[in-house]
T-cell receptor, first 109, second 118 residues
Framework: AQRVTQPEKLLSVFKGAPVELKCNYS??????LFWYVQYSRQRLQLLLR??SRESIKGFTADLNKGETSFHLKKPFAQEEDSAMYYC???????????FGPGTRLSVLP | GAGVSQTPSNKVTEKGKYVELRCDPI?????LYWYRQSLGQGPEFLIY????????DSGLPNDRFFAVRPEGSVSTLKIQRTERGDSAVYLC????????????????FGPGTRLTVL
């Protein structure tokens, strides 16, 4: 069965510090992994997906199939990065998504 | 342009009642998804439409839940005999194309409907 875990419910870092939001998954095939973000009073939106191999707002994420992880990283956190972050997986057949429980990132001044 | 809209934004009902939740996707988007988000959890997939047909309804928890998209645009999620456990935020998302097509499969989410069953 598809499963996504995010071990931290809350992560607090100071502005300018590096940040890493952890995501692990279980899936028997080759999944596609995503990070979604929800800023305060805004809608859930796509941040990045592994297949695009891009950096968005300074964030990157690398799919590690050996460790079944897709951790989200940013070298220097900004206060505006404070938000709820969800890791999500879509299986081989490209249909439904499985979301993790989310991690709330708080960037302190 | 206009994003995905959902009505009502809040719905309070009594146990056992019937409710309908509406989703207006972005114009031209062929794919539409429904999710349920309980407090402290991530969104949970319910159903996916491609056009008018339900391509995947494996996430519907039981036969009290039903969704339609008769003209391939607006969708309605229907819940019969509501239970207190149905209380959650119901999210709708739409994408230009079906899953697997990058970037046309990017999902755009609505603001959600908060359902409270007393």
């Amino acid at each position: 069965a598809q499963r996504v875990t995010q071990p931290e419910k809350l992560l607090s870092v100071f502005k300018g510090a590096p940040v890493e939001l952890k995501c692990n998954y279980s899936y028997s095939g080759s999944p596609e992994l995503f990070w979604y973000v929800q800023y305060s009073r805004q809608r859930l939106q796509l941040l990045l997906r592994h297949i695009s191999r891009e950096s968005i707002k300074g964030f990157t994420a690398d799919l590690n199939k050996g460790e079944t992880s897709f951790h989200l990283k940013k070298p220097f956190a900004q206060e505006e990065d404070s938000a709820m972050y969800y890791c999500a997986l879509r299986g081989n057949y490209g249909q439904n998504f499985v979301f993790g429980p989310g991690t709330r990132l708080s960037v302190l001044p | 342009g206009a994003g995905v809209s959902q009505t009502p934004s809040n719905k309070v009902t009594e146990k056992g009642k019937y409710v309908e939740l509406r989703c207006d996707p972005i114009s031209g988007h062929t794919a539409l998804y429904w999710y349920r988000q309980s407090l402290g959890q991530g969104p949970e997939f319910l159903i996916y439409f491609q056009g008018t047909g339900a391509a995947d309804d494996s996430g519907l928890p039981n036969d009290r839940f039903f969704a339609v998209r008769p003209e391939g645009s607006v969708s309605t999620l229907k819940i019969q005999r509501t239970e207190r456990g149905d209380s959650a935020v119901y999210l709708c998302a739409s994408s230009l194309g079906p899953p697997g097509g990058v970037p046309t499969d990017t999902q755009y989410f609505g603001p959600g409907t908060r359902l409270t069953v007393l």
